[in-house]
């Protein structure tokens, strides 16, 4: 595809649920960046990814959420246990290399 | 964190208006960059300025980097309801990869 594809596009959960968030960078690009945008705020960093090594994690908010991007391609960011505060939308970024960031249109996660 | 402050939060204007955003700091950055984020879409990257007192301009938009690199302001000039989203400002963080944002000011302009 033309850019960063995200699904699904929107997930509801009920609290204590695992969920699993999607992101499919666009083609050849090296870094895949995963953000958290809380209602009325701007995105906040979770974590980044060069290839399939996952070299910053320092914006996770607990060890509740885990990303991955095994063949360093698709990412996937798992969220355990959801609670009410995770309801945000997520957001996945990617580059070449760490240049200009494409953003694809997020996951609206709801936590009931 | 390098925390970015923008103003204002909300704007609502009309048709042929002009306005002006501001993004402010009291960090140094190398660059800031401006997005624009519809509802339930991404955001979108409309400029990076990287010399202190740039101003670069994108059709009615016209961005601005302060002298000391510390702050950044956005003016749209005769706003049409397409100029309608979030427009956040970024600069780098720390860590030289991850973008820090600011909160956004939300702008509707009505016909």
């Known amino acids: 595809g033309a850019g960063v594809s995200q699904s699904p596009r929107y997930k509801v959960a009920k609290r204590g649920q695992d969920v699993a968030l999607r992101c499919d960078p666009i083609s050849g690009h090296v870094s895949l960046f995963w953000y958290q945008q809380a209602l009325g705020q701007g995105p906040e960093f979770l974590t980044y990814?060069?290839?399939?090594?996952?070299?910053?994690k320092s914006g996770l908010p607990s060890d509740r959420f885990f990303a991955e991007r095994p063949e360093g391609s698709v990412s996937t960011l798992k969220i355990q246990r959801t609670q009410q505060e995770d309801s945000a939308v997520y957001l996945c970024?990617?580059?070449?290399?760490?240049?200009?960031?494409?953003f694809g249109p997020g996951t609206r996660l709801t936590v009931l | 964190t390098q925390l970015l402050e923008q103003s204002p939060q909300f704007l609502s204007i009309q048709e042929g208006e002009n306005l002006t955003v501001y993004c402010n700091s009291s960090s140094v950055f190398s660059s800031l960059q401006w997005y624009r984020q519809e509802p339930g879409e991404g955001p979108v990257l409309l400029v990076t300025v990287v010399t202190g007192g740039e101003v670069k301009k994108l059709k009615r938009l016209t961005f601005q980097f302060g002298d000391a690199r510390k702050d950044s302001s956005l003016h749209i000039t005769a706003a049409q309801p397409g100029d309608t989203g979030l427009y956040l400002c970024?600069?780098?963080?720390?860590?030289?990869?991850?973008?820090?944002f600011g909160k956004g000011t939300s702008l509707l302009v009505t016909p």
């Open positions: 970024a990617s580059s070449y290399r760490d240049s200009k960031q494409f």
């Open positions: 990814f060069q290839n399939e090594a996952q070299l910053d």
């Open positions: 970024a600069g780098g963080s720390n860590s030289g990869y991850a973008l820090n």
